[in-house]
């Protein structure tokens, strides 16, 4: 099966720093990453994904990137805001399948 | 659009109490899925239920654990009895398709004495 690794667990950044979680996976036959963050008390809530088809997709001060060869992705975020503390997740799913193989989170926490 | 319902969002009982877990998927959605995390650790998968059928099992524990969708609308997640190693926190998902996007719910926090 799948294996997610995901770095680091926790992350302390500055507000306006930016931030990289990164997560590698093992089954090159992995075609859909999504990022999830979880607030405190709130289920994961998907904040950008991308498929294997891309190597890089943004929104506004997010971004994802994929390197299918070395199969890892990393999560992006610029100019942080201490809203953006929360717990993030990522996760590998194969076309067609059921279950997502999450990272087992990073903790990230802003500080103004 | 309402999103991903959980009931309840706590529940505290003790070794060999029974708990039932429900889950209400975004309307329409045929793909319900159940996942659990425990200790901090990554999130991991249960089952998967296409409607009334369940598809995927494998992530299953044992057979304290059993979860029914009957009508194929809100889904059961029954363990009994409990024991202390299934605390955590249980999240319920659903998605249109399969292999789209999954949307979580709050999920339930279980703690077992």
């Known amino acids: 099966g799948e294996n997610v690794e995901q770095h680091p667990s926790t992350l302390s950044v500055q507000e306006g720093d930016s931030a990289v979680i990164k997560c590698t996976y093992s089954d090159s036959a992995s075609n859909y990453f999504p990022w999830y963050k979880q607030e405190l008390g709130k289920g994961p809530q998907l904040i950008i994904d991308?498929?294997?088809?891309?190597g890089e997709k943004k929104d506004q001060r997010i971004a994802v990137t994929l390197n299918k060869t070395a199969k890892h992705f990393s999560l992006h975020i610029t100019e942080t805001q201490p809203e953006d503390s929360a717990v993030y997740f990522c996760?590998?799913?194969?076309?067609?399948?059921?279950?997502?193989?999450f990272g087992s989170g990073t903790k990230l926490n802003v500080k103004p | 659009e309402a999103g991903v319902t959980q009931f309840p969002s706590h529940s505290v009982i003790e070794k060999g109490q029974t708990v039932t877990l429900r889950c209400d998927p975004i309307s329409g959605h045929d793909n319900l899925y159940w996942y659990r995390r425990v200790m901090g650790k990554e999130i991991k998968f249960l089952l998967h239920f296409v409607k009334e059928s369940k598809q995927d099992e494998s992530g299953m524990p044992n057979n304290r654990f059993l979860a029914e969708r009957t009508g194929g609308t809100y889904s059961t997640l029954k363990v009994q009895p409990a024991e202390l190693e299934d605390s955590g926190v249980y999240f319920c998902?659903?998605?249109?398709?399969?292999?789209?996007?999954?949307?979580f719910g709050p999920g339930t926090r279980l703690l077992v004495l």
């Open positions: 996760a590998a799913l194969k076309y067609n399948f059921n279950k997502f193989y």
């Open positions: 991308i498929r294997s088809n891309v």
């Open positions: 998902a659903s998605s249109q398709d399969l292999g789209e996007t999954q949307y």
